[in-house]
C-alpha cells in the first residue's frame, strides 16, 4: 500500500563546537519512516547527553508508520516514554534535572507536522523566505510575546536565558505542534541554538538555497565555528521533492509562513 508522494534529500551534522567539553546534541534522521530531529542536553545540567540520546533513541525505534495519525500518535508516545526514562534516572540520581530540548519534522503522505519542546528550532525555507516554525520556549521569548522587550531587544539579548519546557524536567511532557501542506523544493532546518547564536535567519536561508542539504549544513557548520562555535552545533536540512515514494502525512492544519511566498 503506498504511504507517501514524494521523496527527501536530506543533510545532517553535528560538532562539539570550540568551548564545550562534550557533545550533548543528538539528531535522528529516518526519511523512510518520515522523521527527523535534533535534541539539546541542557547544559549545565547533569547528563545532558544521556538525555537527549534517550529522547532520540526513543524516536529511533518508530517503525514504519500504519496512517498519518499512527505516525504522531507513535512519535508522541515515544516521547512520553523516553521522559519517564529521564525521570527515574533522574530520581535514582538524587532529583538532579536531565533535560533536553527536542524539536521533531514528521512528514506523511504530502503534508508535514513539526513538534518541540525548548529553543532547539525548525524553520522551513519556502520559495524566496524563511520562516521559523516552532517558537522558543526561553524566558526572553515571554519576554517578548508579553510586550516586555522589543524584537530589536531580543536580538541583542544576553544569551544563556532559561528554558522554559523540556522533555525530562517535569512528569508530563508538553509539546507544541504545527502542520500544514508540503509544496515542491519546502526545506526543513532543524537546529540547535548553538547554530542561531551564531548565524541569523538570512545567512541560514542563503545557504539553504544556494546549497544542496548536506552542503548547506556543512556550510552553517563551517560559519558558526569561524566565529566562535560558543557551544555545540546540529543542523539537519530536509528538502522535499513530490514523487511517488514510501513515506510519511499528516492531516494538516494551516501553518503561518509570514513572507515565504513572498
Known amino acids: 500500500m503506498p504511504i507517501a508522494q514524494g521523496t ?14 562534550r557533545n550533548e546534541d543528538a ?36 517503525e514504519h508508520p500504519l496512517s498519518a495519525e499512527d505516525l504522531l500518535d507513535r512519535c508522541e508516545s515515544q516521547v512520553v ?29 504530502g503534508h508535514y507536522a513539526c513538534l518541540w519542546a525548548g529553543d532547539s528550532r525548525i524553520y522551513v525555507v519556502r520559495g524566496n523566505g524563511i520562516v521559523q516554525l516552532s517558537r522558543d520556549h526561553t524566558e526572553v521569548q515571554e519576554l517578548l510575546s508579553n510586550g516586555v522587550i522589543t524584537p530589536q531587544e531580543e536580538r541583542t539579548w544576553p544569551r544563556g536565558n532559561a528554558i522554559t519546557r523540556a522533555i525530562g524536567v517535569s512528569d508530563l511532557p508538553e509539546l507544541d505542534m504545527i502542520s500544514g501542506q508540503l509544496a515542491p523544493g519546502d526545506t526543513f532546518v532543524l537546529c540547535s541554538d548553538g547554530l542561531y547564536q551564531h548565524i541569523p535567519d538570512e545567512e541560514i ?13 556543512d556550510r552553517l557548520l563551517y560559519l558558526t565555528l569561524e566565529r566562535g562555535g560558543a557551544d555545540n552545533v546540529t543542523v539537519v536540512v530536509a528538502r522535499y521533492r513530490p514523487g511517488p515514494a514510501r513515506f510519511a502525512g499528516l492531516t494538516p492544519e494551516p501553518a503561518n509562513l509570514r513572507g515565504a511566498d513572498e
Not at 518520515?34 to 542536553?41: L, S, T
Not at 536561508?205 to 549544513?217: E, F, K, T, W
Open 8 to 21: 527527501f534529500e536530506t543533510g545532517a551534522v553535528t560538532h562539539i563546537g570550540k568551548v564545550r567539553r
Open 27 to 62: 539528531y535522528l534522521v529516518r526519511p523512510e519512516a518520515g522523521i527527523w530531529a535534533v535534541a539539546d542536553g541542557m547544559g549545565g545540567h547533569d547528563s545532558g547527553d544521556l538525555a537527549s540520546r534517550t529522547v532520540i533513541d526513543a524516536l529511533r525505534a518508530i
Open 81 to 109: 516514554s523516553a521522559n519517564c526514562v529521564l525521570r527515574s534516572i533522574s530520581r535514582e540520581r538524587g532529583g538532579v534535572i536531565i533535560g533536553t530540548t527536542i524539536a521533531i519534522l514528521l512528514a506523511y503522505d
Open 205 to 217: 536561508l542563503a545557504c539553504v538555497r544556494a546549497l544542496p542539504p548536506q552542503g548547506a549544513c
